[in-house]
């Protein structure tokens, strides 16, 4: 071999050497951007996460108003219902009646 031929190998090694970097490069950039799709798909994903787990907690929160409303609302015409009804009870005064008489 004359130096020539071997600056002629080198060369081709060189260019082989050159776009093997840029073919390795590309496949850097292709890796780094379909990771970034990636990311924001999942990004997306937990945006809609986020805004599920917040309309589940706005409901749960009208249910639990509504159930104690629902709760007092019971208990009050319960109560009202007694104290508008008439007083059977027996009365203790003295010579009211017999003891053992309801």
């Known amino acids: 071999m004359d130096y020539n031929e071997l600056m002629e190998v080198l060369s081709k090694l060189n260019?082989?050497?050159?776009?093997?970097?840029?073919?390795?490069?590309?496949?850097?950039d292709e890796t780094l951007?379909?990771?970034n799709k990636t990311l924001e798909t999942?990004?997306?994903l937990l945006e809609t996460i986020q805004i599920a787990i917040l309309?589940?907690?706005v409901a749960l929160s009208i249910l639990l108003v509504g159930m104690t409303a629902?709760?007092?609302?019971?208990k009050y015409k319960k109560y009202s219902q007694v104290s508008?009804?008439?007083d059977d009870k027996?009365?203790?005064?003295k010579g009211a009646g017999h003891p053992t008489e309801f």
Request: aromatic residues 8%; contains cysteine; hydrophobic residues 40%.
């Open 70 to 74: 629902t709760c007092y609302y019971a």
């Open 84 to 86: 508008n009804e008439p």
């Open 55 to 57: 309309i589940i907690a």
């Open 33 to 35: 951007i379909t990771l």
């Open 42 to 44: 999942v990004g997306g």
């Open 90 to 93: 027996a009365s203790y005064r």
């Open 15 to 28: 260019k082989t050497v050159a776009m093997a970097q840029q073919q390795q490069r590309m496949s850097l």
